[in-house]
């Protein structure tokens, strides 16, 4: 999060990029609403078309510090996804920012795929650069060896290769938790939506099985709106690269362009007022319960109010 001069320019320089294309789009407009809301709650009576556009030299000689100006591009390139449409003019405005700050964020390379349509490249570039995956893999080589990275992985390639009986029954067994317990509310979120099992055909990794976790200790939905919650609920207290998972979502559910999985729905998913809620939810975890290796099979068998409580989650 940034705060002071850079949060002033933050919102100035995410003008700019809002403004590139000769018209302010409402969904734009509705970006700044949220974030002067969220970020700067004594100054909710602000007309978000009377902010200004800034210079990147100007803003880089207001900014000094190197996660503010990551913060303030990363804004920028939600930004120049928010109305559905990649422009070139937003990218030309982004990439002077990027330079003026001496910031190399991997995400302007991917909006140059988008602007180009050069989707499969997106694909490959945005998974290639997945700190998230990588670390999970790490740890599965650790935990188990070539085996752990074989079970971790397959799921991916091959939908008979994600058959893997005993661990599916462990997860079933779940449904076996008194009520109300973390497992059992967790099995309930799974099977009432009929979402396959890590182990099971079609089921994700087991590794990734963190994120249905996330999304029932966030309560949040799995329509495209909720899926944007829950990531930047995630975000808020992910500790490694938080803005890869928060510009792939924003890509796969609010652009509608696969990047992991055949069911990216393009329906401008991006709802800024209830993320921006997330995000900041998020930040307010107690701990990086996305980094590898985290025991949720600790928590499972507790009740899912008691979890929310010791990690910080309000409800």
């Known amino acids: 999060m940034i705060d002071g001069e850079a ?9 700019a990029v809002a403004a590139a294309d000769g018209q302010i789009d409402e969904r734009e407009r509705g970006l700044l609403r949220a974030a ?37 591009i990363q804004a920028q390139l939600v930004m120049s996804l928010i109305d ?9 405005v982004i990439r002077a920012f990027a330079d003026a700050f001496a910031v190399q964020e991997p995400r302007l390379d991917n909006l140059s795929q988008l602007v180009n349509e050069s989707y499969l490249l997106l694909k490959l570039d945005l998974n290639r650069h997945s ?34 009986a005993e661990l599916a029954a462990k ?19 799974m099977t009432s939506r009929g ?40 975000c808020g207290f992910m500790q490694t690269d ?21 069911n990216a729905l393009g329906e401008l998913a991006f709802d800024a007022d209830r993320v921006l809620a997330a995000l900041l939810r998020g930040t307010r975890v107690a701990e990086d319960i996305y980094a590898p290796g985290y025991d949720f099979w600790a928590l ?7 979890v929310r409580s010791e990690l910080s989650i309000s409800t």
């Open 195 to 234: 979402f396959s099992f890590p182990g099971e055909p079609s089921g994700f990794p087991e590794v990734f099985m963190k994120h249905d976790a996330c999304h029932v200790l966030g309560g949040y939905d799995t329509d495209p709106t909720g899926e944007c919650e829950v990531v930047a609920f995630i």
């Open 300 to 306: 499972f068998p507790r009740p899912l109010d008691a």
């Open 84 to 92: 559905g449409d990649a422009d070139e003019r937003e990218l030309a």
């Open 242 to 262: 938080p803005f890869w998972y928060l510009f792939m979502i924003l890509v796969h559910m609010h652009l509608g362009i696969e990047t992991f999985q055949d």
């Open 171 to 189: 997860y079933h067994a779940l449904g076996e938790l008194p009520e109300g317990t973390f497992g059992r509310v967790y099995h309930e979120h």
């Open 36 to 72: 002067v809301r969220g970020f700067m709650p004594g100054a909710t009576a602000i007309d978000v078309d009377s902010i200004s556009a800034i210079e990147p030299a100007d803003a880089a000689r207001r900014v000094q510090d190197v996660t503010g100006r990551e913060r303030i």
């Open 7 to 15: 949060l002033r320019v933050g919102m100035r320089a995410v003008m």
């Open 131 to 164: 700190q998230m995956t990588s670390e999970a893999v790490s740890h599965a080589y650790r935990e188990q060896g070539l085996r752990g990275v074989w079970k971790s992985t397959t799921p991916f390639l091959s939908k008979h290769a994600a058959n893997d």
